[in-house]
């Protein structure tokens, strides 16, 4: 076993940085165009070899917005589940169709295929771009299919800050939170990307700020793979997961970004 891997628990997958939003605080940009989308297959097969490698805790599928491709979401939870991984979660902005009969469908299909927490992306950011009434209609469809879902707020300050999107945030989460649905704590942006760009007003650009998803790469505990199979300094289109691992050095880095 790679000692630089050895508390490795947790794998996520970036399954296309497409997305239907247009969100101010995003760290990754404005997620212009299609771009790659993960090989549902290719990934299925990566997390089965490292699930037997590795004593997993959880599997993450985000994005950009993952329900653009809700096929391979589905076959990388189908793969989890069958592999004993016991966290199942999907990262998403709930919204991906208008139409309710894609909406129950694709809600059946997640919860068919094993996924077993939602983080749902709601707050003011998103909402400036995305509308209200599928992304409930989603969460409604998903609860009726007995999957664990809950509200994922990005943040300013935190709960009840006052400053206008932190407002807005605990006003959007009063609406899901009357569906049923409680928030979890969510997230505190920082100044990268977009949130650079459009929210600068709000931070101390003169400090110098880290990304608070960048791994340690001496003790790696999440591998994250990217739409194009890139990982650990490696691409499983190419070449197997196993070798990946068993040369991975430092060197090579451990970054990840999660969906927010």
Known sequence: MNLYLRNLKRVEFVVTYACTGRCKHCSQGDHTGQGAVLDGERAAEALRQVAGMYRLQSVMTFGGEPLLHPEVVCRIHAAAAECGIPARQMITNGFFARDPRVIEKVAGDLAGSGVNDILLSVDAFHQETIPLEPVKRFAEAIRAEGVQIRT?????????????????????????????????????????????????????????????????????????????????????????????????????????EPGL
């Open 152 to 256: 994922q707020p990005a943040w300013i300050k935190g709960s009840g800050a006052d400053n206008p999107y932190d407002r807005r945030t605990g006003e959007i989460l009063c609406e899901f939170q009357e569906l049923g649905i409680e928030a979890n704590d969510g997230n505190v942006i920082f100044p990268a990307g977009n949130a650079r760009r459009y929210l600068g007003e709000y931070f101390d650009l003169d400090r110098e700020w880290h990304s608070p998803y960048e791994e340690d790469p001496e003790d790696v505990r999440a591998l994250s793979f990217d739409p194009e199979g890139n990982v650990l300094g490696g691409n499983v289109s190419r070449e197997e997961i196993q070798d990946i691992l068993s040369r991975y050095t430092p060197s090579l880095g451990g970054r990840r």
